[in-house]
């Protein structure tokens, strides 16, 4: 069982960064794959970004150049630093937890409960 809880977002100007973070629980964290998904009102909840448990890194084409997830496993976390946002990037932001990286939503067995992350024009 793996249990996580993001934290970071806020509200923030178009063209500012926020870094969100998720901390994890359970051993298997530094074994399994991270992803970072969002979700706005009415859509379905869209892939943002990826990460190995050896630290590969994949991105979707909206935020590459932009985002950076790393991952701590020391600290059993995963970050997104997010620049040059958009009031596009506006949305609930979810971490999940699977066993390998991949842009598949259903791929993950685990979902944090989200963070609203704004982005004022």
């Known amino acids: 069982q793996v249990q996580l809880v993001e934290s970071g977002g806020g509200l923030v100007q178009a063209g500012g960064s926020l870094r969100l973070s998720c901390a994890g629980s359970g051993r298997t964290f530094s074994t399994t794959a991270m992803g970072w998904f969002r979700q706005v009102p009415g859509k379905e909840r869209e892939f943002v970004a990826t990460i190995s448990r050896s630290g590969g890194a994949y991105y979707s084409d909206s935020v590459k150049g932009r985002f950076t997830i790393s991952r701590d496993n020391a600290k059993n976390t995963v970050y997104l630093q997010m620049n040059s946002l958009k009031p596009e990037d506006t949305a609930v932001y979810y971490c999940?937890?699977?066993?390998?990286?991949?842009?598949?939503?259903?791929?993950?067995?685990?979902w944090g409960q989200g963070t609203q992350v704004t982005v004022s024009s």
């Open positions: 999940a937890n699977g066993p390998w990286a991949t842009m598949t939503l259903s791929a993950y067995n685990y």
